[in-house]
């Protein structure tokens, strides 16, 4: 059974640090490039961050820029997510895609093409 499994998430106060992973079963993720989405209340999924098959190249929202790090260990069938300084606008539902495809433009507006989607991990940021 195809299956994306994230976990990770948690409370954290502002400032505080996560880190979200991301594990295949029954998939594999090797040769495709890996997404993380998020989806607060009431708003719209937001991608987050993208790393390409070969990790070759990485892509983050402006908002997230400089705070979070994506990487991946194909051994593993694993991808990661560090976020650091969280603040609470980064609170929401994460989830982790794969893609069809081995790069990662358009990854944001292409959310449609992913082909495979956890349930997601929920984090939240709060005093």
């Known amino acids: 059974q195809l299956q994306l499994v994230e976990s990770g998430g948690g409370l954290v106060q502002p400032g505080g640090s996560l880190r979200l992973s991301c594990a295949a079963s029954?998939?594999?993720?090797?040769?495709?490039?890996i997404a993380w989405f998020r989806q607060a209340p009431g708003k719209e999924r937001e991608g987050v961050s993208c790393i390409t098959s070969t990790a070759a190249s990485t892509y983050y929202a402006d908002s997230v820029k400089g705070r979070f790090t994506i990487s991946r260990d194909n051994a593993k069938n694993t991808v990661y997510l560090e976020m650091n300084s969280l603040k609470p606008e980064d609170t929401a539902l994460y989830y982790c895609?794969?893609?069809?495809?081995?790069?990662?433009?358009?990854?944001?507006?292409?959310?449609?093409?992913?082909?495979?989607w956890g349930k997601g991990t929920l984090v939240t940021v709060s005093s």
């Open positions: 029954g998939v594999s993720f090797d040769g495709y490039a």
């Open positions: 895609a794969r893609s069809p495809y081995v790069y990662c433009v358009g990854y944001d507006k292409r959310y449609y093409e992913m082909n495979y």
